[in-house]
Structures are given as C-alpha cells and as structure tokens.
C-alpha cells in the first residue's frame, strides 16, 4: 500500500474515532455538570478510546462501508450511561436538553474548528502535508455528518431526546409519552429512511454546509 493511503487510512480512523468518542464524552461531561457522576463512576469520561468501543458500531460498520466503497463512513461509539432524572433535578428539562445537544455542539464546533485550520494549512509538500489536510477534512466531513444526522428527530437519535424534553418542559406530558413509545421502532424508521430516496433529504444539506466550509 502506497504511504499515501496508508496516510489517509489513519487519517480516517483518527477523524472517524474522535468524532464519535468526542461525541458520546460530553454528553457525560455535561451530565456530570449537572450532577450525574454516572459515567465519572463508570470511567466513561475518559479519553482514553479503549472504553468508547463498540465492536459494531466503531469497527464493523465502519470497516464495511470503508471496504466496499460505500462513498461515506458512519459509526458509533457506546452509548455514556446517564442518569438523566439527577440531570433535571438539578438543572430542569432545560439541563436535560443541554446533555441531548452536547454530543452534536461537540461535532459542530470541531467541524467548524477542523475548517478554520484547513483554510490557514500551506499547500501540500510531503506526506505529513497530506496527512494533516487529509485528517482535518475528514474531520469536517464525519463532523458534520454526525452532527446533522444527530438531529433528526427520531429515537434513539440526540433531536428525539430534545423534542421530547422540550415537550415536558411545555407541559405536553402526554405527547412526550406517546413520542418515546415509538422509540422501539425508532432503527426500523432510520434503516428505512437510509435505504430509501428520503435519504437525499438528509445528505443534500450534509453535503451543502461540507461544501461551504472544506476550502
């Protein structure tokens, strides 16, 4: 294998890796600033990737759609357990909103940082030039794929938790009841919607705010 792909290989798993793990750590760490000491207790704050990993769904799914030239990545890392009712004792359903969107803030903001750098990198001389523009793109590419897809509301996706918080937070207890229940459908639901034409409807706006920010 030329030291290019090998490059970008790395690259990849770099981007992919901090992307998800980045994800799932700080909706434990904003947890924990709310009161849950759960995933502090648990040791799932850690940055250390080892405790993140989920067979599945940060080695195989990955690896597949890698190695069948799938046109993109996904993944996830294990979920950060959470005791979501220590959250809204301590900091309301607004506390409890703050821990859905800390996992996509997290994606949006490396994204965001991710372009910046790669707009200020001087042209490509060498194999650590191309490792590092090849690393920071697809830190904005996988960063802004997960944050977009995040929101989608649709369990057990980060955007059905901020519906269904919000909706309690409103008083519309009975629409949150009835909006969770569907939870148990909620992969069926996003399985279908990427196996279908919808999917465009989620990748076009994905693929338009890449296209702004990648230089």
């Not at 001087?122 to 191309?130: G, L, M, Q, R």
């Amino acid at each position: 294998m030329e030291e290019t792909k090998i490059a970008e290989v790395i690259a990849i798993i770099l981007a992919l890796g901090i992307a998800i793990i980045g994800h799932e750590i700080m909706h434990g760490r904003v947890a924990y600033h709310f009161g849950d000491d759960t995933a502090k207790v648990q040791g799932r704050l850690s940055i250390n990737p080892l405790v993140h990993i989920d067979p599945v769904g940060t080695i195989i799914v990955p690896a597949l759609l890698y190695f069948s030239n799938a046109g993109f990545l996904f993944g996830w890392a294990k979920p950060v357990p959470i005791n979501i009712n220590t959250v809204i004792r301590n900091g309301g359903y607004n506390g409890a909103i703050a821990v859905a969107l800390a996992g996509i803030t997290f994606n949006f903001t490396l994204a965001i940082a991710g372009a910046l750098l790669l707009h200020m990198l001087s042209p490509i001389h060498n194999i650590w030039d191309y490792f590092l523009h090849a690393f920071l793109t697809y830190t904005v590419v996988y960063n802004i794929v997960l944050g977009i897809f995040n929101l989608i509301p649709i369990p057990p996706l980060d955007g059905s938790h901020v519906v269904v918080y919000q909706a309690r937070k409103m008083g519309f207890q009975d629409f949150a009841n009835k909006f969770q229940s569907i939870g148990q459908y909620g992969m069926i639901l996003l399985i279908l919607i990427i196996a279908t034409p919808l999917a465009d409807v989620i990748f076009a706006p994905m693929m338009k705010v890449i296209d702004l920010l990648l230089p």
